[in-house]
């Protein structure tokens, strides 16, 4: 069993920027990856970014340039730097830890105002 707990969630100005953290707890030898999901009103869940045990990572193109996913193996902790945002990017961000199974936070809300 993992347990994730987001915070950093909040309402921002387009352009602005916020920093996501995620805390994991339990089986965190277990994980694979972790990543940052995001899903907006009426859309389905999306991936944002992930990154592997080993450190390798991905991004969706829409946030190429802009977002940065990193982790603290030290603090088990995932972090989701997010730069230039733009209002398109308003959604809960959830965060999601990778074993055999797939583990969910309960998600924080990312609002960009125009």
């Known amino acids: 069993q993992v347990q994730l707990v987001e915070s950093g969630g909040g309402l921002v100005q387009a352009g602005g920027s916020l920093r996501l953290s995620c805390a994991a707890s339990?089986?965190?030898?277990?994980?694979?990856?972790m990543g940052w999901y995001r899903q907006a009103p009426g859309k389905q869940r999306e991936l944002v970014a992930v990154?592997?045990?080993?450190?390798?990572?991905n991004y969706a193109d829409s946030v190429k340039g802009r977002f940065t996913i990193s982790r603290d193996s030290a603090k088990n902790t995932l972090y989701l730097q997010m730069n230039s945002l733009k209002p398109e990017d308003t959604a809960v961000y959830y965060c999601?830890?990778?074993?055999?199974?797939?583990?969910w936070g309960q998600g924080t809300q990312v609002t960009v105002a125009s």
């Open positions: 339990g089986s965190i030898s277990s994980i694979n990856s």
């Open positions: 999601n830890a990778h074993t055999l199974f797939d583990y």
């Open positions: 990154i592997t045990s080993s450190g390798s990572t």
